[in-house]
Each structure stands twice: as structure tokens, then as C-alpha cells.
């Protein structure tokens, strides 16, 4: 009787155990790949940015501005020819990579983009989701920590395919930076106002 007890105890231990693995081995097949390191370059890594005839300033509808710095990769990704980090304002942390490839004629651009959508879905797991306008043509490929941007535009007698990869966490990080260093600024700024008129 005691024997049978214990065999009974052994074998719903090892059943639990079994759904257990089970389930572990399915939510690691279903988990998507995560950014981390991209050309070299990892995310969140401290990066003493310099001032580059190739930096790229991008100014947005709230009035402020944001710096892409040019970069010369340790690794390259196919054929892409210009590569930008995107740092934190204050402490200066990866928080996206971007690169570029400009083409001549919009069916080289188109199959280039193509080619780079098909490895992006393989090699990240995902299939991506349209997101395009009258110029562009961009897909969106969403991760656990972030997000790929593959976008075409086409120009006038030029085309330039480009991908941003953004990681979550940090670009918000990002944007708590920015504010904090808006609201000092305006502090500073505050203090040389003569108040006097103020009743």
C-alpha cells in the first residue's frame, strides 16, 4: 500500500513536471527576438557622440529637434551606406540605429527593399504591418522591446530605403530626458525675467 502511494505521488510529479517543461518550450518558441546589438553597437550603450558633416537634424511639430550622428559601423548590414546612432540627451545612451541606401531608379530601390523585409521577417520572426503614404512606403515590425521602421521614398530622380530600430524602453527614457532638460532650460531662462511689472 505504501509503495503504491509513493509511485502515485511519483507519477503526478513527474506529469506536472511534463506540462510544465511543455509549456516553458512552447513560450520560448513563441517569443520574439529582442534588439540588442546591431551593426556592433548595443542598445543603451554610453556613446560619445561628435559633430559629423553627415549628422542629420530632424525637427518635429513640438517644436523640438532631434540628432541622428553619423557613424561608422563595426559591422555593416548588406548594402547599406550611411549609419546613425540615436542617444539620450543626457546621459547619452543608444536608444536607436538607423542606416540608409540611396538608388538611382525605384525598381533597384523596391527590390532592395524587398530583399531586406523578407530577412527582417526571418530573422526577427515577425511579419511587419503597413503603414504608407502618397511618398512612402514604410512597414512597422513590432518586438517584445521595440520596433523596426523599413521605409522607401521615393524622390525626385532618387530613391532611399532606410530602417530605424528603436528599442522601447529607451526611447522612452529619451523623451523623460528631454523633458526634464526643456524644464531646466525654462528655469534658467526664468530667473533673468524682471518680474517688477507682476502685481
Request: glycine letters at 4%; hydrophobic letters at 40%; a positive charge.
Amino acid at each position: 500500500m505504501k509503495t503504491h502511494c509513493i509511485f502515485r505521488l511519483f507519477t503526478i510529479a513527474f506529469l506536472i513536471f511534463s506540462m510544465q517543461s511543455a509549456s516553458f518550450a512552447a513560450e520560448k518558441k513563441q517569443a520574439k527576438p529582442e534588439l540588442k546589438r546591431v551593426c556592433g553597437v548595443e542598445f543603451g550603450a554610453v556613446c560619445r557622440v561628435v559633430n559629423h558633416p553627415r549628422n542629420q537634424t530632424y525637427r518635429y511639430l513640438s517644436g523640438r529637434e532631434k540628432t541622428a550622428y553619423y557613424f561608422v559601423p563595426e559591422k555593416k548590414f548588406d548594402n547599406f551606406q550611411n549609419y546613425y546612432l540615436w542617444v539620450t540627451p543626457k546621459n547619452k545612451k543608444v536608444y536607436a540605429i538607423s542606416m540608409t541606401a540611396d538608388f538611382k531608379s525605384s525598381q533597384e530601390a523596391m527590390g532592395f527593399f524587398d530583399k531586406i523585409c523578407v530577412v527582417l521577417e526571418k530573422h526577427y520572426k515577425v511579419k511587419p504591418k503597413e503603414i504608407s503614404t502618397m511618398k512612402t512606403k514604410t512597414l512597422l515590425f513590432k518586438l517584445d522591446n521595440g520596433e523596426i521602421l523599413l521605409e522607401i521614398d521615393s524622390g525626385f530622380g532618387s530613391c532611399e530605403v532606410s530602417v530605424k530600430m528603436e528599442h522601447t524602453e529607451l526611447a522612452a527614457s529619451c523623451e523623460a530626458e528631454e523633458k526634464v532638460l526643456a524644464r531646466e532650460a525654462a528655469e534658467k531662462a526664468a530667473e533673468k525675467v524682471d518680474t517688477s511689472a507682476l502685481e
